[in-house]
């Protein structure tokens, strides 16, 4: 693990009992830490407590909380949520908002204000190979966040630091409580920032996608009801459509130039293949490489062979089908626990080969 010591080191306080101990941790060593905390939403309660949180850590912990206002900047986030439903696309936003936002616009931020390295609660390690610095899966495999640290540029791992990949979320429990940190009990959150009720549907709506409704199929065209607008719906998704019936369907495809959505029973959605593009690399993949695939953060890895079609186009081999490839989501390659990669689903190479059943 990379650790230096004795840094000038910013670590990003978000409220909660990870990044509170990876303070402790590194002010331990005997490192020179200040807490930053990013405002990024337009008056949320939950965030409003998250900066109480935060600031009741520092004061724990005797050191100087910063709070950096990113609303502005934010926007963008909330935007490319809201096109991706649009275009027919299922977004991951804590993937985008990791490179450009908290290891981006807060990563400057910081250096601005004399700080050496970023450090943060994830859990996730970063291995030095031949003074190289590439990202590797956290101990905690029920923990590990590397699937959503995967966008960020190579060239900025040198200035981060997760003081968690070597531990369990049990330990870090442990540790919290006994130094008494005031969040040592605070339960984490499993809720994009912005959507605190899981309601997407909702959100979209606020932000003035009502929706056009339209026919729900099945693949071979028969009428099964009616949808309330194609941006309400995903890759993958069972409850909630509206559909009843004998047989139990599932959403696979979003029909865009036609405004349908076509439903299908579970094994209908199991794939061989995926085209994904966009791809960030952190070792040379050459023209093609064997290794682990993971499309959803929560899914056990795969054995894959990806192929590069261009600079931004790749394909996605799996030896054994992989249910629910959703384009937008992200697809990241492993190589032992070493990130190699990871690029956005483009397309289903299933769907592809269906035109437009």
């Known amino acids: 693990m990379v650790m230096v010591m004795e840094m000038k080191i910013g670590i990003a306080l978000s409220g909660g009992v990870d990044s509170a101990v990876a303070a402790a941790r590194l002010i331990r060593q005997g490192n020179d830490v200040i807490g930053y905390h990013m405002i990024v ?52 936003p804590c993937v985008v908002c990791n490179d450009s936002i908290k290891f981006g616009l807060l990563l400057e931020r910081m250096f601005s204000f004399g700080e050496e390295k970023i450090a943060t609660g994830h859990y996730a390690r970063l291995v030095s190979l031949d003074e190289n610095v590439f990202l590797a899966r956290a101990l905690d495999r029920a923990k590990d966040q590397s699937y959503f640290l995967s966008r960020i540029g190579k060239h900025k791992l040198h200035d981060i630091l997760f003081p968690l990949g070597e531990m369990t979320k049990e330990e870090v429990r442990q540790e919290a409580s006994g130094i008494d ?146 384009p937008g989501q992200l697809a990241v390659f492993y190589i032992d626990d070493l990130v190699v990669g990871s690029a956005f689903i483009k397309e289903n190479c299933i769907l592809e080969s269906e035109g437009n059943t």
């Open 181 to 326: 940190l005031p969040v040592h009990s605070k339960k984490d959150s499993q809720e994009i920032c912005f959507i605190p009720d899981r309601d997407y549907r909702s959100f979209l709506k606020s932000r003035g996608i009502e929706g056009n409704p339209g026919p729900i199929t099945d693949e071979s065209g028969n009428l099964l009801g009616r949808h309330t607008g194609l941006s309400g719906y995903t890759i993958g998704q069972r409850k909630g459509i509206g559909v009843s019936g004998r047989d139990r369907y599932y959403v696979k495809r979003l029909d865009l130039k036609n405004n349908r959505l076509i439903l299908a029973q579970r094994k209908s959605l199991m794939s061989e293949a995926l085209v994904a593009k966009d791809p960030n690399w952190y070792i040379d993949p050459g023209e093609e490489f064997d290794c682990l695939c993971k499309i959803r953060s929560s899914m056990k890895p795969v054995s894959a062979k990806v192929t590069i079609v261009s600079g931004e186009k790749i394909r996605v081999d799996f030896q054994e089908k992989v249910w629910a490839v959703t």
């Open 41 to 92: 939403l337009e008056g949320n309660p939950l965030a409003n407590a998250a900066a109480d949180d935060a600031k009741a850590v520092a004061d724990h912990l005797g050191i100087e909380l910063k709070i950096v206002d990113l609303r502005e900047e934010f926007r963008r986030i909330l935007n490319y949520f809201t096109t991706s439903y649009m275009s027919g696309e299922t977004p991951n």
